[in-house]
């Protein structure tokens, strides 16, 4: 157990909807990270939050958005989804904003968008 | 960013060592070698990280050459459970880019 908590495991919706993804980092833990994982790919770098401010953009869309909250939880929207959607959508916390790799990794929420 | 090269894929033997390389030819000197794996579609996991000398914990050995321009994650005694596709991630900044990483596989 990574401590780094994703919500909801699984997740059905159809195109064109909206979805929240949620994040609870490890307790202490100023650091999140959004990864997607479309299948049988690898790890896409969306975006990356230190104590609530936005630190680095990776490859994530437009309809994509995230914030990290005072509490430090963290929140992924997908708008206006489409099939090519559908991905495990990682989560991952670090106590550090920057210099170091150390990532601790929660389990995923499976998107799939029919 | 410097990036990184590994196989797409290697087998070893349980019981054996698997020896996992890694070519980061345009690392800067103060960008840091991660290891990670991820075990089927499970959340990636952290293994060994290292500057410039070679480092163990109780996964696994890191092997970092003399220029830093490649290294080599070397698990001691592969098991089944060792199957997964290993990431090495050459980072000093924010931005934490997975590459495709070799998916290694240990055969019985």
């Known amino acids: 157990d990574s401590g780094v908590t994703q919500t909801p495991k699984h997740l059905i919706t159809a195109t064109g909807q909206r979805v929240t993804l949620r994040c609870s980092p490890r307790?202490?833990?100023?650091?999140v990270y959004w990864y997607q994982q479309s299948l049988d790919q690898g790890l896409q770098f969306l975006i990356q939050?230190?104590?609530?401010?936005?630190?680095a953009k990776g490859n994530i869309l437009e309809r994509f958005s995230a914030q990290q909250f005072p509490d430090l939880h963290s929140e992924l929207n997908l708008s206006s989804l489409e099939l090519g959607d559908s991905a495990l959508y990682f989560c991952?916390?670090?106590?550090?904003?920057?210099?170091?790799?150390?990532?601790?990794f929660g389990e995923g929420s499976r998107l799939t968008v029919l | 960013d410097a990036k990184t090269t590994q196989p797409t894929s290697m087998d070893c033997a349980e019981g054996r060592a698997a020896n996992l390389p890694c070519n980061h030819s345009?690392?800067?000197?103060?960008?840091?070698v991660y290891w990670y794996r991820q075990i089927h579609s499970q959340g990636p996991q952290y293994i060994i990280h290292?500057?410039?000398n070679n480092e163990t914990n109780e996964m696994a050995s890191l092997i970092i050459t003399e220029d830093r321009k490649s290294s080599t994650l070397i698990l001691p005694h592969a098991t089944l459970r060792d199957t997964a596709v290993y990431y090495c991630i050459v980072i000093n900044n924010n931005d934490m880019r997975f590459g495709a990483g070799t998916r290694l596989t240990v055969k019985p």
């Open positions: 345009t690392i800067s000197g103060n960008e840091y």
């Open positions: 290292g500057l410039k």
């Open positions: 991952a916390s670090s106590p550090r904003t920057s210099g170091s790799g150390e990532l601790f």
């Open positions: 939050y230190y104590n609530g401010e936005e630190r």
């Open positions: 307790s202490g833990d100023l650091s």
